[in-house]
């Protein structure tokens, strides 16, 4: 078994925030929110791109892990379709692994209930990891809502690691 897994870069996507975190092991290396909402429009798909690329510099993932997005666009998510092709490309151009998992899959495996709110799933999470616990209680709906994009994420890398059988060294 390998001393130093290759991190995970997980994302939970989104066209306001996304959420990131990379997951080494059992090491949660970092973890955070990449705010869009003072972003033009037309320059989020580029700024996502930015991110990517920073941290695949910092810490060498192999695998992008983001969550399952429609390919249609509903309403009220008209630019998820847009970011899907976007972290395809990317993927593909920086030879990772890209791996989608539902919402309803990630949940069901991390809580062990499909249908857990958001909230159950960030206090599992904190559990687990207790120096997320200063993002759970929030003074402000917004805010709560805001770093449940990071637990999202977090818990997206911790089911691809339940996923994916440990690699070996050479």
Do not use: C
């Not at 904190?126 to 818990?155: C, G, I, S």
């Amino acid at each position: 078994m390998q001393k130093n897994p290759r991190p995970v870069l997980a994302i939970d996507p989104g066209m306001r925030e996304i959420g990131y975190a990379v997951l080494a092991g059992k090491t949660l290396i970092t973890s955070g929110v990449l705010s869009l909402r003072t972003v033009p429009r037309r320059s989020r798909l580029a700024r996502v791109q930015e991110a990517l690329m920073a941290w695949i510099r910092a810490y060498h993932p192999r695998v992008l892990v983001i969550e399952h997005m429609p390919n249609r666009p509903l309403d009220s998510i008209a630019g998820l379709p847009a970011l899907g092709r976007l972290t395809r490309r990317f993927a593909r151009r920086r030879r990772l692994r890209l791996v989608t998992y539902s919402a309803t899959t990630v949940r069901r495996s991390v809580i062990g209930d499909g249908w857990a709110s958001k909230r159950i799933v960030a206090k599992t999470l904190t559990a687990r990891f207790p120096a997320l616990r200063v993002h759970l209680t929030q003074d402000r709906k917004w805010k709560e809502r805001y770093w449940q994009n990071m637990f999202d994420a977090v818990a997206l890398a911790l089911h691809h690691q339940t996923q994916s059988p440990p690699s070996r060294g050479r």
